[in-house]
């Protein structure tokens, strides 16, 4: 068994108007990789071509220790795949899709998906159609908790969901990585989710990445120094990594915020979020 | 691939009983007039009517994302499409069947009425064009725009149908020779339309 769930090398994918740029990642296993990025950044088409919906002009990508080559398609009972909005048939219900997933996944865990949809509170012969945003989403994280999955892939599963439903999802993510053997790559861009569940994210913008980095070092090393024009120009331009002008005020991200504090001891420097590091990396100047 | 014909049979009979009421309606008048026009064309509607509604489902799996998910489940391009082929030909019986009944009922019932057998075979015949012609298109342009390519492929479908027996009328003349001829030339078209279709959905991008 290797180290990593999902290794990602090169990956290339070609479009009119879009191009998706040798991007390259790796999932842990254990781990939770948040891919962020704004809209229409390669977040999808990077998971699309993963999934095999699309076709990559080029890249390698291995899935639980399988090259493509050696892949047949009995890996995906060991794949969870929940993509944003609905994912089943409308004129079914869940006893239902039990019996099409009984059907279709070898590794398929019946008693694990009522267990599932009773926590839930999800009815069982509700057609799909009459389920809110919200239901839909939750049962398409069942289904894919339900078949022994080993590698969850979520494209903007928690988008458009109150903080109810997204809070009993994420800790459904949480739950699930507690077997050191499963992972998680999800991609959102609600980046606050994130922040709250991934061990890394990956930041794409432009159909590149733009940095892949721990979720703690971000949260913790990452700073915004706020400055003004005086001190903004004072400062050693090999410690700013972007850096943005606002009415009267500079923002510079630095790496190391409490070396740069020791360097710069009358600057003012703040934690990051993950969104505002985002915010920067787009608006921003290098 | 037993998983993925289970749901197309449940996304199928979600539009049966609009299907179901149209049919037994035309089939009540046939019963009661045992008129052989009426007869006529509920044999062609009910067949054409019932494979129909397994490729109206294809629409609906676009729209709910499920076309996407399949791709993802442990089952090969292959069985995709193979499952729907099998789910038309699965419907196709189901509206022969029907067809067969209400027939053979409305004989003993008026006596009897049309060739039967001129009757099913371009029944059969319109409603296999209907399908041979649906999945290629569909996923060539895309099963979100499943509904034009249905109307473009009934119309196309009737007038090859109409036009190919017409073409062996002209030059076979024992009937037996002519329907086989005809029945063999539309199962070609359909299994032909089924090795194009493979194709084109081996490198479909959703």
């Given amino acids: 068994m290797g180290k990593y769930a999902l290794e990602v090398e090169g990956l290339t994918k ?54 493509e080559q050696e892949m047949d398609c009995s890996i995906r009972n060991e794949i969870g795949v929940v993509f944003d909005g609905n994912n089943f048939s409308d004129a079914l219900s869940p006893e239902k899709l039990n019996h099409v997933f009984k059907n279709t996944y070898t590794t398929w865990d019946e008693s694990r998906y009522f267990d599932l949809l009773k926590q839930l509170s999800l009815p069982r012969n509700k057609k799909i159609k009459d389920f809110s945003k919200g239901m839909r989403m939750k ?30 999802i994420l800790d459904m993510f949480l739950d699930f990585v507690q077997d050191e053997n499963n992972s998680i790559l999800v991609s959102s861009h609600i980046t606050s989710d994130l922040e709250k569940v991934a061990d890394y994210i990956v930041f794409i913008h432009n159909g590149k990445v733009v940095f892949n980095k721990s979720k703690d070092d971000l949260k913790y090393k990452y700073g915004i120094m706020r400055c003004g024009a005086a001190q903004f120009d004072s400062l050693d331009k090999k410690d700013m990594i972007v850096y943005r002008k606002r009415d009267y005020e500079w923002d510079v991200l630095v790496a190391d915020k ?12 703040d934690a990051a979020t993950i969104d505002e590091i985002m915010l920067l990396y787009i608006k921003g100047e290098k | 691939m037993k998983g993925l014909l289970i749901n197309n049979f449940y996304s199928s009979i979600g539009n049966i009983k609009l299907f179901l009421t149209i049919v037994l309606a035309v089939a009540a008048i046939v019963l009661v007039t045992g008129n052989p026009t009426a007869q006529e064309l509920f044999v062609y509607i009910t067949i054409t009517a019932l494979s129909i509604n ?37 419907w196709l019986g189901v509206g022969t069947g029907l067809a067969l009944a209400v027939t053979m009922v409305t004989m003993l019932v008026h006596g009897i009425g049309n060739d039967i057998y001129s009757m099913f075979a371009l029944g059969i015949g319109i409603s296999l064009f209907v399908g041979a012609l649906f999945f290629p298109i569909a996923y060539l342009v895309g099963t979100d725009k499943s509904e034009t390519v249905l109307i473009i492929s009934v119309l196309v479908a009737i007038t090859l149908a109409v036009l190919i027996l017409n073409v062996l009328n002209q030059f076979i003349s024992y009937f037996i020779v002519r329907m086989a001829a005809f029945i063999t030339i539309y199962i070609l078209f359909f299994a032909f339309s089924y090795v194009i279709t493979l194709r084109i959905y081996a490198k479909k991008e959703l």
């Avoid at chain 1, 049962?139 to 988008?159: G, P, R, Y």
């Avoid at chain 1, 409490?258 to 420097?269: F, G, R, V």
């Fill in chain 1, 139 to 168: 049962l398409s994280v069942i289904v894919a908790l339900s078949h022994n999955s080993k590698l969850l892939i979520l494209d903007e599963a928690t988008s458009g969901l109150d903080p109810i439903v997204r809070d009993d």
């Fill in chain 2, 54 to 90: 397994a490729v109206v489902s294809s629409r609906k799996d676009a729209i709910s994302n499920w076309n996407k998910f399949e791709i993802t489940m442990p089952v090969r391009r292959t069985d995709i499409i193979k499952s729907k082929y099998l789910s038309y030909i699965f």
């Fill in chain 1, 14 to 67: 070609k479009y009119k108007d879009f191009v998706l740029k040798e991007i390259s990642f790796r999932v842990p296993r254990g781990s939770i990789v948040g891919l962020i990025g704004e809209n229409g950044a390669g977040k999808s088409t990077a998971i699309n071509a993963i999934l095999g919906i699309i076709q990559k002009d080029a890249g390698e990508i291995s899935i639980l220790g399988k090259q």
């Fill in chain 1, 258 to 269: 409490s070396s740069a504090q020791k360097k710069y001891p009358k600057a003012m420097i």
